[in-house]
């Protein structure tokens, strides 16, 4: 039996608004935006979020010249501010971007910034177009790319996140990069303060699952170990900066706790003693209070009110972080191992069968694969904002078998090296429920991180190949971060 670590790897919401924007145009990670952005700057009072809307200043012109805008004066280069019915915009104006046009920052943000969220879309009837953002950090002398290139290619206003957590002044640049005459419009371009954001821990609340006997044998698959897994890992997620160690706290999974801290998010753990409910006001960890729920290689079967709890939450708006492993990898001796433990949430719940639209196969696979879902660049776990995904690495994992007449919504990801991309054979996939998202990896090698209690045989996973922009992309792609 395998116990190959893993581990992967916004806010005062200061909205700079002239006047007041209208909902955007339906589309999952915008309505994210409209339905929790506000709640979520009331709630977390301590952020500041610097964001430029568009709804002051005027150019009507490509040539290049600055402009005066709420937030401070930019300079547009072959762009212009729209505000035509063929211009996406959230309100009445946005940028509008052509050829290798830029908009540039002529003045420093002083906090840092923790993230850099945009929307995008395509202009009017024109193709796809790509773009990059850019930092600097001594006053425009000098950019660095951040994050991966973008490609728009909706004619519906898209949130895009970037991972920053840089300290000290800095200012961004977006650049179009493709040089084509398709035009972009780009709107509501937010900067987190690094202060607030990148080592507090104010962001999405993720908490991860220690009810189910996750570091029963020579398993570890918890943020935080200790001498027993609490609510709060310590030391406190407060102090971590960018340049934290992920030995900073103990666990097999603690570089994904570590790695969620640094891009802005609070991580919390559901100790051995805690429940899982939802909408249950006296539990003081319910669901509800939450974001994304982890749970890494449960085994300890989930009870019926569990079940119910789980997918409400996800039918809610929650996201869903499902890790497997092989078929007979009951660690705790009870009967029952993870694949078995899915699979009997997903068609045993009394509610739905196979809500998710996929099964946990009983199979033990060894692989290294790089057959990687095909004809989708735009894919937001594969191609997302911490970077590309080529390969993923299981050591001793299951497989998974897609149903889209149960979901159709369901999506295949990775395959096993050499089979055709169909609906089995997988290694890893997606879906949506009702208005939250699951994701699923069927193996806990690639997160460990190789750290953990004393005595436990453990290995690092998560460093190798693309497995920590496979976890990470998936991790915000589940919060709606992108």
Not at 23 to 40: K, M, Y
Not at 295 to 323: C, H, Q, W, Y
Not at 355 to 376: C, K, M, R, S, Y
Request: net charge negative.
């Amino acid at each position: 039996m395998k116990t190959f670590k893993k581990i992967l790897p916004f806010f005062v919401l200061v909205f700079f608004i002239a006047c007041k924007k209208q909902p955007l145009a339906e589309s999952t990670t915008v309505n994210e935006i409209n339905n929790n952005g506000l709640a979520t700057a009331v709630a977390a009072a301590s952020l500041v979020t610097t964001t430029e809307n568009f709804e002051t200043g005027t150019k009507a012109a490509y040539a290049a010249a600055d402009v005066t805008l709420t937030t401070g004066v930019w300079n547009l280069n072959d762009a212009l501010i729209g505000n035509t019915t063929s211009d996406r915009k959230n309100g009445t104006q946005s940028a509008r971007v052509r050829n290798s046009g830029k908009l540039t920052m002529k003045f420093d943000v002083t906090n840092g910034a923790a993230t850099v969220t945009v929307l995008h879309a395509k202009y009017g009837t024109d193709a796809n177009s790509t773009w990059q953002l850019w930092y600097s950090t001594n006053s425009g002398t000098s950019y660095t790319q951040t994050g991966a290139t973008i490609t728009t290619s909706s004619t519906t206003l898209q949130s895009t996140s970037f991972t920053v957590n840089i300290s000290g002044t800095i200012r961004f640049e977006i650049r179009k990069t493709d040089g084509s005459a398709n035009r972009i419009n780009f709107d509501d371009i937010s900067i987190t303060d690094f202060g607030s954001g990148g080592g507090g821990g104010t962001g999405k609340k993720f908490l991860f699952d220690n009810t189910k006997a996750e570091t029963a044998g020579n398993a570890d698959w918890v943020i935080d170990q200790d001498a027993s897994p609490q609510q709060i890992p310590t030391p406190l997620q407060s102090t971590i900066t960018a340049s934290t160690v992920e030995t900073y706290w103990t666990g097999a999974i603690s570089s994904w706790g570590i790695a969620l801290v640094k891009a802005g998010q609070t991580v919390e753990t559901l100790p051995s003693t805690g429940i899982i409910t939802y909408g249950n006001t006296s539990n003081a960890q319910d669901l509800s209070k939450y974001d994304v729920f982890v749970i890494d290689e449960p085994n300890i079967r989930f009870t019926a009110t569990e079940k119910t709890a789980i997918l409400n939450f996800v039918s809610n708006g929650g996201g869903l972080f499902m890790v497997s492993d092989h078929t007979v990898s009951d660690r705790n001796n009870d009967g029952w191992d993870s694949p078995d433990i899915w699979n009997d949430l997903m068609n045993n719940n009394g509610t739905v069968t196979n809500p998710f639209g996929f099964t946990v196969d009983l199979t033990n696979i060894t692989q290294l694969t790089a057959n990687v879902l095909t004809g989708n660049a735009t894919n937001p776990i594969l191609h997302g904002t911490q970077g590309n995904v080529t390969q993923l690495d299981f050591h001793n994992g299951a497989t998974l078998t897609l149903n889209a007449t149960a979901n159709p919504t369901v999506q295949g990801l990775i395959w096993k090296t050499g089979v055709t991309q169909n609906s089995s054979n997988l290694m890893s996939a997606s879906s949506t429920y009702g208005t939250g998202r699951v994701y699923i990896v069927t193996d806990s090698s690639p997160i460990d991180d190789g750290t953990g209690a004393s005595g436990n045989t453990l290995f690092n996973g998560w460093t190798t190949y693309s497995h920590i922009p496979l976890f990470m992309n998936a991790s915000l792609w589940l919060a709606k971060l992108q």
